[in-house]
């Protein structure tokens, strides 16, 4: 079954040490937290029907049931690795966890799952600082990478894509 996981994440705060000032190019290290809200879904899953043997095992229809999930909202953390260029851009790997505990998951025959949404991820981003000689940077970007969905006992493997906007300060 394809399942899609949709979520709507947040920076809460990232904090990047650069080693070197914030008008050089060079390596860094970063901390991202995330406010973690997944949208709710309703899907459909079709089974599909089995002509049987008569006498012995009677032909069933194929049959469809709708399936919707309801999750909380929840925190993640994300790990970042890259390299700042002259020019203000940053080329960088990101790893990210978070898991959501799931609500309600039912179908027209009952209770499905209970336990936990969690994913793991791994993207690959660009960023274009602007104000790039102050120690407050904004920036803006977009990453492409893929992800692992665990959900209840079921697991998917999605691509992900991102866009996204933030303001970087050095610590050192």
């Known amino acids: 079954t394809h399942q899609a996981v949709m979520a709507l994440s947040v920076t809460g705060a990232m904090l990047a040490a650069p080693t070197v000032s914030a008008d050089e190019a060079g390596w860094y290290l970063g901390l991202k937290g995330y406010y973690v809200d997944l949208e709710n879904s309703r899907d459909e899953l079709t089974r599909p029907g089995n002509p049987g043997t008569p006498p012995l095992v009677p032909a069933t229809p194929e049959s469809t049931e709708i399936i919707?999930?309801?999750y909380d909202e929840d925190?993640?953390?994300g790990l970042i690795f890259g390299y700042r260029f002259q020019d203000g851009l940053r080329a960088e790997i990101e790893a990210r966890q978070f898991n959501n505990d799931i609500t309600e998951s039912q179908s027209s025959t009952g209770t499905l799952f209970s336990g936990e949404a969690e994913s793991t991820s791994l993207m690959a981003n660009f960023?274009?600082?602007f104000l790039k000689d102050s120690r407050?940077?904004?920036?803006?970007?977009?990453g492409l990478g893929a992800a692992e969905i665990t959900k209840g006992d079921q697991e998917d493997s999605v691509g992900m894509a991102q866009l996204g906007f933030g303001v970087m300060m050095d610590l050192g």
């Not at 407050?136 to 977009?142: S, V």
């Open 68 to 70: 919707s999930t309801k």
């Open 75 to 77: 925190a993640g953390a």
């Open 127 to 129: 960023w274009m600082e």
């Open 136 to 142: 407050f940077r904004p920036y803006a970007g977009m």
